[in-house]
């Protein structure tokens, strides 16, 4: 077996079908697709068995309800190709790529290769999301958003058995970029490739979304902690600063996202209450004032060194309003 797709899935028969067809497009028997069900509630199971039907390639597997990583885990367990490759039940594949991935597996000698992917908006527009002309490895972990999601990988299996990797199930957010970081530290061989793979759906209430804030503060030190140790271990001064650079834009995309329905007054208490986390203490401590551009994102640390949290919300909001008038 070359390919294992494994496709974890919580009530997503909205955007099943599609999803699936992706997969079924598979010209090989060398594939198989291995669907874990997270204890669904809507018509989800069904509609899996439906899709999949006289398709020997596809399995099922039904479970409570623990989460995503509990299932990718259990999908990890039930895999047997050469390499796996995660999909989320509401993103696709680009049907068209299905040789790029079978004839790079065939080929092997990689541990993992990370593909570029398409932003799929709720109004159907689409946007290339690709690694920088000579990006690295090291920087693409580091300081992109681009190696935040587990799927649209291919990753060789035995790594993540010879080393014991799993996803942590003490996460709700960040989970799938720890998992990266994990494998990355214990692999040899990485590829990044120009060739956008998956069909990922931005959903106006997605995960980041609608996980409380102190949750997501809570996970990001689980993140902060993983890229100190890759960064420990491939330390580079350009890397170093880059990767603070990116982490401070993660912490203010945060507190602006918190800030959209809040009161001044709450938002303020929970800014001061955010920057006694230790991960935030540990970004805000490595970042310099010239690290930093535009000229917002150096006004912002002003108002966090500061400690001028009731401002900082405040300009948050106008910010939030002025480009909601622009949309319009």
């Known amino acids: 077996m070359l390919v294992s797709v494994i496709i974890p899935v919580y009530n997503g028969e909205k955007y099943l079908r599609e999803c699936l067809d992706s997969v ?28 999949t039907a006289g398709d020997a390639r596809f399995r099922l597997i039904s479970k409570a ?9 259990e ?10 490759l995660f ?3 509401d ?7 299905w040789r790029e991935i079978l004839d790079r597996a065939a080929e ?78 214990k692999a040899k061989d990485f590829r990044l490739s120009d060739v956008c793979l998956v069909y990922y759906r931005i959903h106006a209430g997605g995960k980041m979304k609608t996980t409380g ?3 997501k503060v809570s996970d990001l030190s689980a993140l902060f902690d993983s890229r100190i140790d890759y960064l420990s271990e491939n330390y580079d001064e350009s890397l170093s600063v880059a990767m603070y650079r990116q982490f401070f834009s993660i912490i203010t995309d945060l507190l602006r996202g918190y800030a959209r329905s809040r009161r001044i ?10 920057m006694d986390d230790a991960a935030i203490k540990g970004v805000m401590s490595g970042v310099r004032i010239e690290y930093l551009s535009p000229f917002y994102k150096k006004f912002e640390y002003a108002l966090l060194q500061r400690g001028c949290y009731s401002c900082l919300g405040a300009y948050f909001k106008v910010k939030l309003r002025f480009s909601a008038e622009r949309r319009r």
Do not use: H
Request: charged share 25%; aromatic share 8%; glycine share 10%.
């Open 24 to 51: 079924k497009a598979c010209p090989s028997a060398e594939m198989e697709c291995i669907i874990i069900d997270d204890g669904s509630t809507d018509g989800t199971n069904g509609l899996c068995r439906q899709l």
């Open 65 to 73: 309800n623990t989460g995503v990583s509990d299932s990718r885990n």
């Open 75 to 84: 999908g990890l367990a039930a895999a047997s190709g050469a390499y796996v």
């Open 87 to 89: 999909l989320d039940a």
């Open 91 to 97: 993103d696709y594949l680009d049907a068209a790529c």
């Open 108 to 185: 092997g000698g990689f541990d993992m290769i990370a593909y570029g992917y398409y932003d799929l908006f709720e109004s159907g527009v689409t946007k290339k999301e690709q690694f920088p002309t000579g990006c690295d490895i090291k920087r693409a972990l580091l300081s992109t958003t681009l190696m935040n999601a587990c799927w649209g990988k291919l990753l060789r299996r035995q790594t993540i058995i010879k080393n014991g990797l799993v996803f942590r199930k003490e996460l709700k957010t960040c989970e799938d970029t720890v998992f990266i970081l994990d494998f990355a530290r």
């Open 213 to 215: 804030l102190e949750r």
């Open 265 to 274: 007054r709450d938002i303020g208490s929970m800014y001061g209450c955010c």
